[in-house]
C-alpha cells in the first residue's frame, strides 16, 4: 500500500499497486515487485475505514517518480530518494510504497487542479 490522501489530518483515499488480475500483473508493485499479502491487508483497511483505494500500474507509478515507464528499480530507488530528500539508501520494498504515495499525491493533486474525472486521467496517458 502507497500513498494517503489527507484532508486536515485525517486520511481520506489511499493508492496501492494493482493487487492481481491478470496472469502478467499478478501483484506487481511499483518496481516489479510483488506487493502480496501486506498490500492486500493495506488495502482491506483503507477500505475498511471507508476510504476509496485508487489502483496504479507500475509504467503509471514510473512515470509520475521518474518521468518514463521503463525506469528500472535503482532509478525508482534514487529518485524518491531525491524527491523525499532522504539520504540513506531506501529498500526496495519502502522506495515502492514511497512511490506510490507520490504518484497519489501527485495524480489527486492534477486530476483536482483540472478538474477532471479520474477515468478522463488515465484516458490521456
Not at 15 to 22: E, F, L
Not at 50 to 68: H, N, R
Not at 103 to 122: C, K, V
Amino acid at each position: 500500500m502507497g500513498g494517503v490522501s489527507t484532508a486536515g489530518g485525517a486520511p481520506t483515499s489511499g493508492g496501492a499497486p494493482p493487487t492481481g488480475g491478470s496472469a502478467g500483473a499478478s501483484g506487481a508493485a511499483a518496481t516489479g515487485g510483488s506487493s502480496g499479502v501486506g498490500g492486500g491487508a493495506a488495502i482491506c483497511a483503507v477500505v475498511h475505514k471507508g476510504l476509496s483505494v485508487t489502483e496504479y500500474a507500475p509504467k503509471e507509478i514510473k512515470q509520475a517518480v521518474v518521468g518514463g515507464g521503463a525506469a528500472d528499480k535503482a532509478q525508482v530507488q534514487h529518485m524518491v530518494g531525491l524527491l523525499l530528500n532522504i539520504s540513506q539508501k531506501l529498500q526496495a520494498d519502502a522506495a515502492d510504497a514511497l512511490a506510490v504515495a507520490l504518484t497519489h499525491a501527485h495524480t489527486r493533486a492534477s486530476i483536482e487542479r483540472l478538474g477532471i474525472p479520474r477515468t478522463a486521467w488515465r484516458r490521456r496517458r
